[in-house]
T-cell receptor, first 112, second 114 residues
Framework: QKEVEQDPGPLSVPEGAIVSLNCTYS??????FMWYRQYSRKGPELLMY????GNKEDGRFTAQVDKSSKYISLFIRDSQPSDSATYLC????????????FGTGTSLTVIP | NAGVTQTPKFQVLKTGQSMTLQCAQD?????MSWYRQDPGMGLRLIHY???????DQGEVPNGYNVSRSTTEDFPLRLLSAAPSQTSVYFC?????????????FGPGTRLTVL
């Protein structure tokens, strides 16, 4: 079983839709949960991170962590064509050699 | 700051050839790492380093060597290229102090092995 599971999509939504992206994980030691955005032929860039359980909001983006279910989500409100990218979740535990564990990424297309 | 830079951007090799992928960062980060990204597999850690002179293996180290002689540079060497090493390679760096530190990625090197 992989450490982190993520539905690869692809996901296609109309402009203005609410998008929900999700990951599940198996290692209960994970404490830091990150979402990266990767545009085509570019390197990943950090979108948001959260520590432990709870919600974090940044503009149109909301990250949720449910450690009891080992499930994290990223919500995008009022989606825009510029949000079209691949979204990768990543996780780390403080004492596991500083390694980040990545999901496979979900490809999102927002149609104008 | 240039951030994390990688060269070359693209490379085509023949099976059995060797080459070095270059990575440099100007943020004085202790931690540097190499990932490969393949369709359906996500980012997989090849090797990482927590400081000059210290390296360790990640999830998929076979066929690759690394060294870290300076804080800034972390080259990845392919000893004898194989078609299975066709991939996009990303170098990343971050600081290690504090509770959490953002990881910065380079733009990637697209490698094709024929």
């Amino acid at each position: 079983q992989k450490e982190v599971e993520q539905d690869p999509g692809p996901l296609s939504v109309p402009e203005g839709a609410i998008v929900s992206l999700n990951c599940t994980y198996s290692n209960s030691a994970f404490q830091y949960f990150m979402w990266y955005r990767q545009y085509s032929r570019k390197g990943p860039e950090l979108l948001m991170y959260t520590y432990s359980s709870g919600n974090k909001e940044d503009g149109r983006f909301t990250a949720q962590v449910d450690k009891s279910s080992k499930y994290i989500s990223l919500f995008i409100r009022d989606s825009q064509p510029s949000d079209s990218a691949t979204y990768l979740c990543a996780m780390s535990a403080r004492f596991t050699g500083n390694q980040f564990y990545f999901g496979t990424g979900t490809s999102l297309t927002v149609i104008p | 700051n240039a951030g994390v830079t990688q060269t070359p951007k693209f490379q085509v090799l023949k099976t059995g050839q060797s080459m070095t992928l270059q990575c440099a960062q100007d943020m004085n980060h202790e931690y540097m790492s190499w990932y490969r990204q393949d369709p359906g597999m996500g980012l997989r850690l090849i090797h990482y380093s927590v400081g000059a002179g210290i390296t360790d293996q990640g999830e998929v180290p076979n066929g690759y060597n690394v060294s870290r002689s300076t804080t800034e540079d972390f080259p990845l060497r392919l000893l004898s290229a194989a078609p299975s090493q066709t991939s996009v390679y990303f170098c990343a760096s971050r600081s290690t102090g504090g509770l959490y530190n953002e990881q910065f990625f380079g733009p990637g090197t697209r490698l094709t092995v024929l």
